[in-house]
């Protein structure tokens, strides 16, 4: 398996542009988990999914976020509109809650917004 | 909730010199605790992990130990080398349980050839 695909791997916006960021999780893997990154807050987790439910979203910061899942292999987060303060990393990972506890994340993607 | 603190934020060290990042948490249930390694430019990788039931655990130059008592745990690093150079992450979770970790704010270690 290539493990977990975010892409873009950059983007840069402006300032009220809707931004949608994908994910392809491992093949197999029920748990799909988003963070942000950022040096002020570090490994914010966002929301997460179980086979494509999701689960708990208490970590998005506004309603400007949301995320789906419409299958077990890719998620979306979308911010409409996006704001200069939502420059960060963000990662997507998954996992295999029945084998192991190991979250694999992917490579993220650098959100710069101007 | 859970809560992880991790300390220190950066660490410096000469090569060849050993490395120890500290984490506590707050939740008596939880019983996973994996260690991430971040390189510039990727996502966390799993290098080491511990369960509840050991006290320690090692993998060549790395081992990590647990004190479920005071709720601690550390990660230990000998013999440091330049590509050691790296964020650092800790968590905890509850294996079987809710399971979601908590993330550490990461340790940026920095290993001086």
Not at chain 1, 82 to 100: G, Q, T
Request: glycine fraction near 8%.
């Amino acid at each position: 398996d290539a493990g977990v695909i975010q892409s873009p791997r950059h983007e840069v916006t402006e300032m009220g542009q809707e931004v949608t960021l994908r994910c392809k999780p491992i093949s197999g893997h029920d748990y799909l988990f988003w963070y942000r990154q950022t040096m002020m807050r570090g490994l914010e987790l966002l929301i997460y999914f179980n086979n494509n439910v999701p689960i708990d979203d208490s970590g998005m910061p506004e309603d400007r976020f949301s995320a789906k899942m419409p299958n077990a292999s890719f998620s979306t987060l979308k911010i409409q509109p996006s704001e200069p303060r939502d420059s960060a990393v963000y990662f997507c990972a998954s996992s295999y809650r029945a084998s192991r506890t190991e979250a694999f994340f992917g490579q993220g993607t650098r959100l710069t917004v101007v | 909730g859970e809560n992880v603190e991790q300390h220190p934020s950066t660490l410096s060290v000469q090569e060849g010199d050993s490395a120890v990042i500290k984490c506590t948490y707050s939740d008596s249930a939880s019983n996973y605790f994996p260690w991430y390694k971040q390189e510039l430019g990727k996502g966390p990788q799993l290098i080491i992990d511990i369960r509840s039931n050991v006290g320690e655990k090692k993998d060549q130059r790395i081992a990590v130990t647990l004190n479920k008592t005071a709720k601690h745990f550390s990660l230990h690093i000998t013999e440091t080398q330049p590509e050691d150079s790296a964020v650092y992450f800790c968590a905890a979770s509850i294996a079987g349980g809710s399971y979601i970790p908590t993330f550490g704010r990461g340790t940026s270690l920095i290993v001086h050839p």
